[in-house]
């Protein structure tokens, strides 16, 4: 039976992770796969996450399943996190623990499957690079609709709202919550009011990928869309994940959240979402949802999280202004003030792939072909080496 298949290619972004760790250059730099780094390099568990893991193992009386909607405290916790505790949409959703934020991508691609097999699932453009994979490989057709504004190095909201005026109703429009990825662009507040009544008007499904709620603005600014949202529109689709503002990368602890006209359809999505996870994986992980539910259940532990990830959201604010101060004063030939400007751990550097070759080839800088580049990997040590690479390949 196997004798029919072919090794695939490597993935882009995991290849260049294994390219960095053969090179023995000492001076590498690796601003290729999207994790988290403290200034030594080091991917870090949180002093919160530790010691709600802690309290886990020492609480911890049973291994037995769970639902296949997952850890109960984790799923309200988590929905009051993203729509504020007092909110009148926790009425008619339901959130379900899902294999990371990827397995809650996948979840929904199922879940648009049976409301709506005919559905084609528009991404922005550019979009995470797993994305049209994702669900292409679910069975669903991806279009892609104008985002950003390469020359400008912005947000195209223009071209973004014509082309969005020409997706039909019952199509799902998937959309970054904050901190976009691959170009760190966010829509602004008003701009989001008008994706909305735009989203309201042609009928279409907003989906939201939520992966870096306190990594942009802050907590409750980054929840500024899905919030928006959930009260304006009857339906939407969110998926969030515990990856990276948690730092809980390989707990695989994500989540799909399902807002409904109204209660009584919440509770058939649930029964629904239910199914589908029983015909995929039955039931999720829940060590990490179940840390996650102590620490935002325990005002001390969530206040050290919400401590230690606005250290490392400001952190990375800093590393955008370093870079753009360095490349600054190397050369004028190229304004990169536009880093300043974005959020999260990903900008585009605005380079060509030949360039991007260069920088690996010849100085051992690894970043993807798109010059999309994780801030995360810059640090006080090796800002200068890279600056001076950056401009050498201009």
């Given amino acids: 039976m196997f004798e029919s298949l072919h090794a695939l290619p490597a993935d882009p972004i995991l290849g260049l992770s294994v390219a960095y760790q053969k090179d023995g250059n000492p001076n590498k730099v690796d601003l290729g796969v999207g994790v988290y780094k403290t200034e030594t390099g080091e991917t870090p568990i949180m002093k919160a996450v530790a010691l709600a893991q802690r309290q886990r193992i020492d609480t911890e009386t049973t291994k037995t399943y769970v639902s296949s909607a997952g850890d109960a405290g984790f799923n309200d916790k988590l929905a009051k996190l993203v729509f504020g505790a007092e909110n009148p949409v926790l009425a008619r959703q339901c959130t379900v623990t899902t294999p990371g934020g990827t397995g809650a991508l996948r979840m929904a691609a199922e879940l648009i499957k049976r409301c709506h097999p005919g559905a084609t699932v528009w991404v922005t453009n550019p979009t995470w690079a797993n994305h049209t994979a994702l669900f ?33 109703k019952g199509d799902v429009v998937l959309l970054h919550a904050c901190c976009h990825n691959p170009s760190g662009a966010d829509l602004s507040q008003e701009q989001w009011k008008a994706f909305a009544e735009l989203a309201k008007e042609k009928g279409f499904t907003p989906l939201l990928d939520m992966a870096y709620q306190g990594f942009g603005v802050g907590l409750e600014e980054d929840a500024f869309g899905p919030r928006y949202l959930a009260e304006t529109l009857p339906e939407l689709l969110l998926t969030t994940s515990g990856s990276k503002n948690f730092g809980m990368y390989r707990e695989r602890v994500g989540a799909l959240t399902m807002v409904a006209e109204n209660g009584t359809r919440a509770e058939i999505l649930s029964s629904v979402i239910q199914n589908v996870a029983r015909c995929i994986y039955s039931m999720p992980p829940v060590h990490g949802a179940a840390i996650i539910d102590i620490i935002l259940g325990s005002n001390e532990l969530s206040a050290l999280w919400q401590q230690e990830l606005a250290e490392m959201r400001g952190r990375i604010h800093d590393l955008r202004a370093l870079l753009v101060e360095k490349l600054h004063a190397r050369q004028d030939q190229k304004d990169f003030s536009f880093i300043t400007r974005q959020y999260g751990m990903f900008s585009f550097l605005g380079i060509s792939p030949e360039q991007v070759r260069r920088l690996k080839e010849e100085f051992s800088v690894y970043m993807v072909d798109s010059s999309r580049m994780n801030l995360a990997g810059i640090n006080h040590q090796n800002a200068d080496y890279l600056a001076d690479a950056i401009v050498k390949v201009l």
């Avoid at 190095?153 to 223009?158: L, R, T």
């Fill in 136 to 168: 292409q490989d679910a069975g669903l057709v991806v279009k892609s609709y104008r985002y950003f504004d390469k020359d400008n190095s912005c947000v195209d909201f223009a071209g973004m709202m014509e082309a969005l005026k020409a997706i039909p």
